[in-house]
Structure formats: structure tokens, C-alpha cells
């Protein structure tokens, strides 16, 4: 096996949805023996920690299910020829890879493709793709927009705040302003919850406001889609 000097790192960050790109070079890993690497958002992706018995341990964010993943492999298979898959155990899917930056960005490439796919094929009317609402594509297509409106700055607060927390709950996505405490709740409980915010174009919270975003009222008033909760 011929041991590459830098690996790349690449995954989707499990608050704002972007695709990351990491650089970790063999040299710095062995005389730091723990590295961590964090989105451009903030939000913390990966550490990974080296054992005495040649292994390393790898913690990273998962965009799936909203929790952390543990991994355990050889030291050698993160800087050897072929990706290392970082996957979801619970949605069987790949959350990003860890290998030679070409393949690493071309797998990360196809992971971004088909979520897009995915979600926009759950913004169809036709009745065969019902069988495809699983609660986590619905999830999944709403961080992809609000990922879209981040990189527009057309998602903040109106104190000024343009780095909200996202928490991803069973039902629902809530946005949150650390600043002043405003907060979004998007119901994810319909797949129609992707054509609403795709037809919003911005959200902007407010303080002492509590915005529910949903489906439940069809009318084609933006008032009739926010609703303002004292």
C-alpha cells in the first residue's frame, strides 16, 4: 500500500449543509496525535484522535440523523490510496471521505448530486414518488435551501445576526438566534415544506417572535405561509 503525505477530507457539515473540504497532512497528525476541523460556519466536523496501537479514532458530525458517528480504523488506511467512507449507521449513507483529494472531491460531488436530485424530486406531483417521503429527505431538502439561502444572506435576524443555530428535531427544523433569542420552527412533517421555502426566498427572524413555517394553510399570501406567535 503506498502511504500518501496529505489526505483531503470532505463532508457535509450537519448544521449548514456545504460541503467541506479538509486538508490533513501525516506530519502534523504525528506530532499533535489529535486534529479537529471545523466548518466555515463554526459548527465542529470531524476530530480524529491516534492510539498507540496504530489505530485512530474518528468523531464526526452526521447531516442524517443530527448525531455524532465513531470509527475506529487502521492509521494507514487514512492516508492510503483508496477513500475511507464516513458513513450514517443509521441511514446507511455516506456522510464524506477521508483519501486522495480528487476522488474525495469527486465522491463528495456525487453525494451533493444526488441529495439535490432527491429533494427536487420531492417537490413533484406525481403520485409515484410518494413512497419516497421518508421523513429524512424532507429534512435533508430543507438544510439544502437554508444552506442556499445562507450563501445568498438571505437567512439572519433582524439584530444583525447571520450565523443562526439550526437544530434538527423528529418533525421539524428550528432556526435559532443566539444574539437575541428570536426563533423559526419549519415543519418538516410534508414534503410541500420545499416548494414553500423555495418560493420564500429569505427568512429573517425577529426579536420576541416565535415564525412557524408549514404547509397547513395554502394560500398564496406570504402571510398566510409565516405565522407570528406572541
Same mark, same amino acid.
Given at each position: 500500500?503506498?502511504?500518501?503525505?496529505? !489526505? &483531503?477530507?470532505?463532508?457535509? *457539515?450537519?448544521? *449548514?449543509?456545504?460541503?467541506?473540504?479538509?486538508?490533513?497532512?501525516?506530519?502534523?497528525?504525528?506530532?499533535?496525535?489529535?486534529?479537529?476541523?471545523?466548518? @466555515?460556519?463554526?459548527?465542529?466536523?470531524?476530530?480524529?484522535? #491516534? %492510539?498507540? !496501537?496504530?489505530?485512530?479514532?474518528?468523531?464526526? !458530525?452526521?447531516?442524517?440523523?443530527?448525531?455524532?458517528?465513531?470509527?475506529? &480504523? =487502521? +492509521?494507514?488506511?487514512?492516508?492510503?490510496?483508496?477513500?475511507?467512507?464516513?458513513?450514517? #449507521?443509521?441511514?446507511?449513507?455516506?456522510?464524506?471521505?477521508?483519501?486522495?483529494?480528487? =476522488?474525495?472531491?469527486?465522491?463528495?460531488?456525487?453525494?451533493?448530486?444526488?441529495?439535490? +436530485?432527491?429533494?427536487?424530486?420531492? @417537490?413533484?406531483?406525481?403520485?409515484?414518488?410518494?413512497?419516497?417521503?421518508?421523513?429524512? %429527505?424532507?429534512?435533508?431538502?430543507?438544510?439544502?435551501?437554508?444552506? +442556499?439561502?445562507?450563501? $445568498?444572506?438571505?437567512?439572519?435576524?433582524?439584530?444583525?445576526?447571520?450565523?443562526?443555530?439550526?437544530?434538527?428535531?423528529?418533525?421539524?427544523?428550528?432556526?435559532?438566534?443566539?444574539?437575541?433569542?428570536?426563533?423559526?420552527?419549519?415543519? @418538516?412533517?410534508?414534503?410541500?415544506?420545499? =416548494?414553500?421555502?423555495?418560493?420564500?426566498?429569505?427568512? @429573517?427572524?425577529?426579536?420576541?417572535?416565535?415564525?412557524?413555517?408549514?404547509?397547513?394553510?395554502?394560500?398564496?399570501? $406570504?402571510?398566510?405561509?409565516?405565522?407570528?406567535?406572541?
Amino acid at each position: 500500500m503506498i502511504i500518501q503525505a496529505v !489526505s &483531503t477530507i470532505g463532508m457535509l *457539515c450537519s448544521h *449548514c449543509g456545504k460541503l467541506q473540504l479538509k486538508t490533513l497532512s501525516v506530519f502534523s497528525f504525528v506530532h499533535l496525535g489529535k486534529n479537529s476541523f471545523i466548518c @466555515t460556519c463554526g459548527t465542529p466536523l470531524l476530530t480524529l484522535i #491516534s %492510539f498507540e !496501537s496504530k489505530k485512530i479514532g474518528i468523531e464526526y !458530525s452526521c447531516i442524517y440523523c443530527g448525531t455524532p458517528h465513531h470509527l475506529v &480504523t =487502521r +492509521r494507514e488506511l487514512i492516508w492510503g490510496e483508496q477513500p475511507l467512507r464516513l458513513g450514517c #449507521s443509521d441511514k446507511e449513507l455516506p456522510v464524506g471521505y477521508i483519501g486522495p483529494e480528487s =476522488r474525495v472531491m469527486e465522491l463528495c460531488t456525487e453525494i451533493k448530486k444526488n441529495f439535490v +436530485r432527491l429533494a427536487s424530486e420531492l @417537490t413533484s406531483d406525481q403520485e409515484d414518488l410518494d413512497v419516497m417521503t421518508d421523513d429524512f %429527505f424532507v429534512v435533508y431538502g430543507v438544510i439544502e435551501i437554508l444552506g +442556499r439561502l445562507v450563501e $445568498r444572506k438571505k437567512l439572519g435576524c433582524k439584530c444583525g445576526n447571520h450565523n443562526l443555530t439550526v437544530e434538527i428535531l423528529p418533525e421539524s427544523v428550528e432556526l435559532i438566534c443566539d444574539l437575541c433569542k428570536a426563533m423559526g420552527i419549519i415543519y @418538516t412533517d410534508n414534503k410541500d415544506i420545499l =416548494r414553500i421555502l423555495e418560493q420564500m426566498g429569505a427568512i @429573517t427572524l425577529e426579536e420576541n417572535e416565535m415564525w412557524i413555517i408549514n404547509d397547513s394553510l395554502k394560500g398564496n399570501h $406570504r402571510k398566510n405561509i409565516i405565522t407570528e406567535v406572541e
